[in-house]
């Protein structure tokens, strides 16, 4: 089993940042994959970033390109995603998600195995 515990998100202006951690622990392994979804009320959830156990392969919503930065230190388990300029829009809880496999699908938003309980990050315009 895999242990995903998010913090860092909250109230926050459009134009504002916010960053999120996600904690592993528990059963991992050196090939995995980790990424950050989100839901919106009313909507799916849906893929945000990933990033592979090295850093070297990250992947981004369209979305969030260029505004979104996810990294991980690997030493203290921990996934990031470091969210600018945020709009209304990207209000939502978010979600950390591990994929064992580091699957190439996941890079592309298909969920892996293991979801945390989720942040909420709430930006007012």
């Known amino acids: 089993q895999v242990q995903l515990v998010e913090s860092g998100g909250g109230l926050v202006q459009a134009g504002g940042s916010l960053r999120l951690s996600c904690a592993a622990s528990?059963?991992?392994?050196?090939?995995?994959?980790l990424g950050w979804f989100r839901q919106a009320p009313g909507k799916e959830r849906e893929f945000v970033a990933a990033i592979s156990w090295s850093g070297g392969r990250r992947s981004y919503a369209d979305s969030v390109k260029g505004r979104f930065t996810i990294s991980r230190d690997n030493a203290k388990n921990t996934v990031y995603l470091q969210m600018n300029s945020l709009k209304p829009e990207d209000t939502a809880v978010y979600y950390c998600?591990?994929?064992?496999?580091?699957?190439?699908?996941?890079?592309?938003?298909?969920?892996?195995?293991?979801w945390g309980q989720g942040t909420q990050v709430t930006v007012s315009s």
């Open positions: 998600n591990v994929d064992r496999l580091g699957r190439p699908s996941y890079y592309s938003g298909s969920p892996g195995d293991y």
């Open positions: 528990g059963r991992t392994f050196s090939d995995s994959a």
